[in-house]
């Protein structure tokens, strides 16, 4: 179903407009990832509570029989990993947010898509989801809930994950996702702080969502790309990656390319380079930039990167595309993963962590 279209059996809460009239992101002050805490402010309320190294065992120095912790808050990597008996580590993660589209369907998948990423981008296999749902009861019909919901768990079959119940409350805006459980080999990790110099960087999904998506906020035109865009799962560029050695990744999301592209050289002591040109965008992103539909959210992302980008003479324009708060966006690889270009490459550390050219 769409969220312009009426559908039978669709039914509203007293006071309620009718289903045929709903536009989803008009009851949510932002959307999708670009509604995020902005990267600076939410580092400054997580410092401090990065694991200690003696977190990891019991008292008396012995391993703790909860497991070892791999990757945690350290360097804000995508999930979190933990080493359990027979050579398996548990990877635990969840991610929600507001409407990004006005189809209640196409929301649920890409909601579901951007969750199951974070597995994958640590090179995991999604296991299990619970679901994440806030609704606002009295302003929109629960039959669009349902919708919601269904296109969740599409993408998680899809993805052969489990999607057993979850947790939903009463909300002023309507906000869906998941918490998702998986596998994965703990010698076979994608993280963020193993970069190394010499390596390349390939990106796995064109940029411009985010553009797209507050074009679509601001006028309601759809744009399918766009939505086929997030709602591709990125299991196939995960295991990819891994099957050619990588060990270095991370998923562009709501900090845009340059934010977590950033949060990765950074963790891993090197300079990044970007060769803008080589940046694949979606049809239509460079028009929507140039005709303002930029969100605040892709402002903060440049203002957080700034002190610490050599833009060099590239056009605001191209700047902003780079900063631009992705939902459910590809995988940011530090190696070559075939069919996918090529963006930049990782070297030495020079005193500037992120150089475009």
Same mark, same amino acid.
């Given at each position: 179903?769409?969220?312009?279209?009426?559908?039978?059996?669709?039914?509203?809460?007293?006071?309620?407009?009718?289903?045929?009239?709903?536009?989803?992101?008009?009851?949510?002050?932002?959307?999708?990832?670009?509604?995020?805490?902005?990267?600076?402010?939410?580092?400054?309320?997580?410092?401090?509570?990065?694991?200690?190294?003696?977190?990891?065992? /019991?008292? $008396?120095?012995?391993?703790?029989?909860? %497991?070892?912790? *791999?990757? !945690? &808050?350290? @360097?804000?990597?995508?999930?979190?990993?933990?080493?359990?008996?027979?050579?398996?580590?548990?990877?635990?993660?969840?991610?929600?947010?507001?409407?990004?589209?006005?189809?209640?369907?196409?929301?649920?998948?890409?909601?579901?898509?951007?969750?199951?990423?974070?597995?994958?981008?640590?090179?995991?296999?999604?296991?299990?989801?619970?679901?994440?749902?806030?609704?606002?009861?009295?302003?929109?019909?629960?039959?669009?809930?349902?919708?919601?919901?269904?296109?969740?768990?599409?993408?998680?079959?899809?993805?052969?994950?489990?999607?057993?119940?979850?947790? /939903?409350? $009463?909300?002023?805006?309507?906000?869906? %996702?998941?918490? *998702?459980? !998986? &596998?994965? @080999?703990?010698?076979?990790?994608?993280?963020?702080?193993?970069?190394?110099?010499?390596?390349?960087?390939?990106?796995?999904?064109?940029?411009?969502?985010?553009?797209?998506?507050?074009?679509?906020?601001?006028?309601?035109?759809?744009?399918?790309?766009?939505?086929?865009?997030?709602?591709?799962?990125?299991?196939?560029?995960?295991?990819?990656?891994?099957?050619?050695?990588?060990?270095?990744?991370?998923?562009?999301?709501?900090?845009?390319?340059?934010?977590?592209?950033?949060?990765?050289?950074?963790?891993?002591?090197?300079?990044?380079?970007?060769?803008?040109?080589?940046?694949?965008?979606?049809?239509?992103?460079?028009?929507?930039?140039?005709? !303002?539909?930029?969100?605040?959210?892709?402002?903060?992302?440049?203002?957080?990167?700034?002190?610490?980008l050599d833009a060099g003479s590239l056009a605001e324009e191209d700047v902003l595309l780079l900063a631009d708060a992705q939902t459910s966006g590809g995988?940011?690889?530090?190696?070559?993963?075939?069919?996918?270009?090529?963006?930049?490459?990782?070297?030495?550390?020079?005193?500037?962590?992120?150089?475009?050219?």
């Amino acid at each position: 179903m769409t969220g312009t279209t009426a559908e039978p059996g669709l039914t509203a809460a007293p006071g309620a407009p009718a289903p045929g009239r709903i536009r989803l992101t008009q009851y949510a002050h932002g959307g999708g990832c670009a509604c995020k805490i902005p990267p600076g402010e939410l580092e400054a309320v997580v410092a401090g509570l990065v694991r200690r190294p003696e977190a990891d065992g /019991s008292a $008396d120095g012995s391993p703790s029989p909860l %497991g070892e912790l *791999v990757v !945690g &808050l350290d @360097d804000g990597d995508d999930a979190a990993v933990v080493r359990i008996e027979g050579g398996r580590a548990v990877v635990a993660t969840a991610d929600f947010f507001t409407p990004v589209v006005d189809d209640p369907y196409d929301w649920g998948r890409i909601a579901a898509t951007n969750a199951l990423s974070d597995v994958y981008a640590v090179g995991g296999e999604p296991l299990v989801a619970v679901n994440l749902l806030g609704w606002p009861r009295e302003r929109l019909p629960m039959d669009l809930a349902k919708e919601v919901l269904r296109g969740g768990l599409d993408v998680a079959r899809a993805a052969g994950c489990h999607v057993a119940g979850g947790h /939903s409350v $009463d909300d002023p805006e309507p906000k869906y %996702g998941m918490a *998702v459980t !998986g &596998l994965a @080999d703990p010698e076979r990790l994608l993280r963020i702080d193993a970069g190394r110099a010499g390596l390349p960087l390939s990106l796995t999904k064109p940029l411009g969502v985010g553009v797209l998506n507050t074009r679509h906020k601001a006028t309601g035109e759809v744009f399918p790309q766009a939505v086929a865009a997030m709602t591709t799962l990125n299991r196939d560029a995960s295991r990819a990656a891994l099957a050619a050695g990588a060990r270095c990744a991370t998923d562009v999301t709501g900090f845009g390319l340059l934010g977590h592209l950033y949060k990765l050289a950074r963790a891993s002591g090197v300079t990044a380079v970007v060769d803008a040109a080589a940046v694949p965008y979606l049809e239509g992103a460079r028009e929507a930039v140039r005709d !303002g539909h930029v969100s605040g959210g892709t402002r903060r992302n440049l203002a957080w990167v700034e002190p610490h980008l050599d833009a060099g003479s590239l056009a605001e324009e191209d700047v902003l595309l780079l900063a631009d708060a992705q939902t459910s966006g590809g995988l940011l690889v530090a190696g070559e993963v075939p069919g996918a270009p090529v963006v930049g490459e990782l070297v030495p550390f020079d005193g500037t962590a992120l150089r475009l050219r």
